[in-house]
């Protein structure tokens, strides 16, 4: 009899799960969107303060950490945990190393938000300010949440990595998981940009 291939029910189950996050940040996306239809000016005056500059710079290093990620499911995929060269040649790096230097981004990412906090307190936006400052912090500060989340969990890869004698297809789909919840969160966080630090210069 021929085998039926069943899809791997923690893939699914991230899938749905994800789905249910979309609805959440959603949410919040509607915050900005209605701030900006009620309070104009405000939404207009608070978000002068906004480093556009830093924030792209921030938000490509993002980016580019899914790229990294998903070097890492590749090698996983090859079932090449660790590198097969030198540190210096990229070509044989294995899932370890991409994961490092996506989770090198990924802390840059969440350090520069947190430098962006500093500054904008210091600036005379804290959370407390007024609507915008409550929205800003709320719908950014759960993003970062999820990065750190996701930081978190590229740590238990990399772990699980070292701790197994064979590197096999349990480890592999979780880098694979773990690379869905991080590509979702670098979506999340495009969309975000472009409607906190973008859609204030559309008319």
Known sequence: ??????????AVGTI?????????????????????????????E??????????????LILVLSSVTCQAGVFAAERFQPYRTGSIWNVRKWGMVEWLFLTFAMG?????????EYATLVAEGLPISADSYGSAFYITT????????G??????????RAFAVKNFGRKEMTTAIVVSYYWHFVDVVWIVLFAVIYLLPFVS
């Not at 009899?1 to 923690?10: A, H, L, T, W």
């Not at 608070?46 to 938000?59: G, H, K, Y």
């Open 1 to 10: 009899m021929r085998s039926v291939k069943r899809p791997d029910p923690v």
């Open 141 to 148: 500060g759960f993003h970062a949440l999820h990065v750190t």
């Open 150 to 159: 996701g930081l978190i969990a590229f740590l238990m890869v990399i772990g």
């Open 46 to 59: 608070r978000s002068e303060l906004l480093n556009v500059p830093f924030a792209s710079v921030n938000t």
């Open 16 to 44: 749905v799960w994800l789905g249910s996050e979309v609805m959440f940040f959603a949410g919040l996306f509607a915050i900005f969107f209605t701030l900006r239809s009620t309070s104009p000016e405000l939404f207009a």
């Open 107 to 115: 802390a840059v990412f969440v350090s520069g938000q947190v430098w």
